[in-house]
């Protein structure tokens, strides 16, 4: 079993650990903070293998699911590709930018079907510029090397905008979404993804946990149990979780530990024989 590495760059999941020493350390009582294990427990429980993520910055979360995948790979006795990073560090990232501002994908595993792969994830960002938040390739690509996440794991980068993207999206087991995720932009495209999503593609949004920074914790529980007693980064406004629970969307608060989980999961619905198939 491989031993979940605390995500410690800049990152909507970096470890924040109560009274420990990291430059992230928190002693607030709502910082507690697993997010970036729990992204990879759930991938590992529902072993899925073609992962989206969407809003990389510097692959926190991306790094997160691919331990995941390369925790499944250890367990089935994969055997590990040629090493991508043999290739010198700024020819990788020189490769990866041209490819992707022509708008194309690029592979680590540039043989992409000829790999031993235990899944896939499509990193994707709107922008790839490295400014402030935008994602940052060099970041990404040597988190990744650095996070040792890759024996068998394909990553495909790409420059995409989640409104272009959900007009034609590709298929999905597990799609996680870091995009600033308020309730209308949820919904938006909660609607449009419906038809996979009732075919069993489950999708996390980050955040939601409804409370971020200095804000007094534990103010304001509501009936369900759900602390909205500050703005989050995410969910922006505490009223949000009303303003989504209003409309009826079947969503799952998976946690509200920081950044939080909002997930859609409607496998449990489907035709028993189809959902046993798959799994
Ligand atoms: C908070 S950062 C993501 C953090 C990252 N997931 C992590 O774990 O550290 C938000 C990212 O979303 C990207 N983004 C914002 N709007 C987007 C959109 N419409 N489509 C795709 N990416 C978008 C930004 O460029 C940025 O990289």
Sequence with gaps: MVEFKEISFPSSYVGRR????TTYACDRPDCQIDG????????????FQKIIDFGTWSGGSVICEAQALQELADRTGLNANEDPYHKDMD????????????????????????????GEINVFDQSW?????NGNIGATLNNIKKYECYKNVQFNLKKMDIWEWIKNPDSFDFLHID?????ENILKIVDALSDQINEGGVII???GALRYHYAPFGTQINEDGIDVSH?????????????????????LILTQEYPGFICIDRRIRMPWPL???EK
């Design 18 to 21: 109560k009274g420990g020493l």
């Design 36 to 47: 970036g294990k729990l992204l990879f427990e759930f991938i590992i429980k529902n072993k």
């Design 91 to 118: 020819d990788l990232i020189s490769d990866a930018t041209t490819v992707i501002d022509k708008n194309e994908v690029w592979s680590l595993y540039p043989e992409k079907t000829c790999g031993t792969f235990s």
């Design 129 to 133: 510029d490295g400014e402030g938040q």
């Design 179 to 183: 995009v600033g995720n308020s309730p």
């Design 205 to 207: 949004f980050g955040g």
């Design 231 to 251: 703005t989050m980064v995410s969910l922006g406004h505490p009223d949000n979780y009303q303003k989504l629970k209003d409309t009826g969307l079947d969503f």
């Design 275 to 277: 959902y046993l198939r």
